[in-house]
DNA sequence: GAAAGGACTTGAACTAGATTAAGAAATCAT
DNA sequence: ATGATTTCTTAATCTAGTTCAAGTCCTTTC
């Protein structure tokens, strides 16, 4: 998968990076003391990407939890035959983690990757291990956070089984009407679980009516 | 959808139920107190189900956590042409509920019913936010269930966009070799997102190898 | 134990979407 | 600006999986 010019960059920048926007998106779920807080935030590792850099790479063990400040990311997995299938594309407040491979500290099958330049943070699990040790409240939020996401996959998994591709298309500029705008059309078909030459058949037909 | 010769049946058994099965599960991720036992299972509602009998009804706001201590559940979405969605086939130990419903009081599009006579556990959400304000461990218990759960889903996502039918097939009996003896092949075709019959040509290719 | 309904299979015709190949349009590097 | 690389589209051909229709086997019921 290429995206741009821009090749592999491992060098991360960090810089100072504004909380107010992960703040409130914690605190539309749980209320924070301003002693959580600072807590909270001292723990995040502000990471400036380019676009096109990669934030995590298949084969490695994940290691952070990752919240997107400002930007775009993409995570996609490449299967057998080198084919790219796009999983998830997470804007500002998403946050995206390999739950799986960060649980069992087995290396990953999912690359994320930036499609615009972006603001992340990132936060290590073993921080994130402290964190809900020492306060509950994030315990409490981090269950309502899978909730919320569970309810989010299972729309997937139904669409996925029970909607054409015209129809996932519909429901995905629905969802996402700011994507569409600057997210190449042919990681939208990845998304979608089609071919972007489809994807073009469809858009030409919707363009006729 | 048609499961043997039974009617809908509304008049729940309440019965005395074991709750080994219950708790073991749940000390397999957080340790428990005496007490947090105690209140715990003071807050499940045993119930006996018969094959083919609902557990939740699309139409209608879910407002419990299930849990099957014993037989086996089969969760399925109707589409708006009426073809059923196998979603999820739940047997001893899992947990299942319309989360979308639960947290959103909207009515489901879900329906659960029994594969066979099953003893399960109703968890009302609000003895279930009762459970967690009061012992903070059991928000850590879910948040660590939904954690797990989504990996899962996230498989599932990324078998249903690249995988063949075939291969799903494969990778559904591995997973659950047991699943495949007793429920019937239209609901595994279904679970797989396939027809009987296409289900029906891929078992044939497979014995004739 | 006959009849009836459901479960599973088989085969023929069909369709949603993939593949291949090529051209057009946009973007990028120098 | 120009050439090079990538993105998007179009069209022809192909295939995984559906639909429809019929037939077999199994289970349930009276």
């Given at each position: 998968m290429h995206i741009s010019r821009n090749s592999f960059n491992s060098t991360f920048i960090f810089v100072a990076m504004d909380t107010k926007g992960i703040l409130s998106h914690i605190t539309r779920h749980v209320t924070l003391t301003p002693e959580e807080r600072e807590f909270f935030t001292s723990l995040l590792i502000p990471v400036n990407v380019k676009q096109g850099d990669f934030v995590e790479q298949s084969g490695e063990v994940t290691t952070n939890f990752i919240h997107v400040n400002s930007g775009c990311l993409m995570t996609y997995f490449t299967d057998p035959s080198a084919n790219d299938h796009v999983i998830q594309f997470s804007t500002a407040g998403w946050w995206t983690a390999d739950l799986h491979s960060l649980t069992q500290n087995q290396s990953s099958i999912y690359s994320t990757r930036a499609l615009a330049d972006s603001e992340i943070f990132m936060l290590p699990k073993i921080r994130l291990e402290e964190l809900v040790d020492r306060y509950p409240i994030f315990e409490r939020f981090f269950r309502i956070m899978f909730q919320n996401s569970l309810v989010t996959h299972q729309q997937r998994i139904v669409q996925a089984f029970s909607f054409t591709a015209e129809q996932r298309y519909e429901y995905f500029q629905q969802k996402y009407?700011?994507?569409?705008?600057?997210?190449p059309l042919k990681y939208i078909a990845s998304y979608l679980g089609i071919t972007p030459e489809f994807l073009s058949k469809i858009r030409r037909k919707r363009m006729e009516k």
């Amino acid at each position: 998968m290429h995206i741009s010019r821009n090749s592999f960059n491992s060098t991360f920048i960090f810089v100072a990076m504004d909380t107010k926007g992960i703040l409130s998106h914690i605190t539309r779920h749980v209320t924070l003391t301003p002693e959580e807080r600072e807590f909270f935030t001292s723990l995040l590792i502000p990471v400036n990407v380019k676009q096109g850099d990669f934030v995590e790479q298949s084969g490695e063990v994940t290691t952070n939890f990752i919240h997107v400040n400002s930007g775009c990311l993409m995570t996609y997995f490449t299967d057998p035959s080198a084919n790219d299938h796009v999983i998830q594309f997470s804007t500002a407040g998403w946050w995206t983690a390999d739950l799986h491979s960060l649980t069992q500290n087995q290396s990953s099958i999912y690359s994320t990757r930036a499609l615009a330049d972006s603001e992340i943070f990132m936060l290590p699990k073993i921080r994130l291990e402290e964190l809900v040790d020492r306060y509950p409240i994030f315990e409490r939020f981090f269950r309502i956070m899978f909730q919320n996401s569970l309810v989010t996959h299972q729309q997937r998994i139904v669409q996925a089984f029970s909607f054409t591709a015209e129809q996932r298309y519909e429901y995905f500029q629905q969802k996402y009407p700011q994507l569409e705008q600057f997210v190449p059309l042919k990681y939208i078909a990845s998304y979608l679980g089609i071919t972007p030459e489809f994807l073009s058949k469809i858009r030409r037909k919707r363009m006729e009516k």
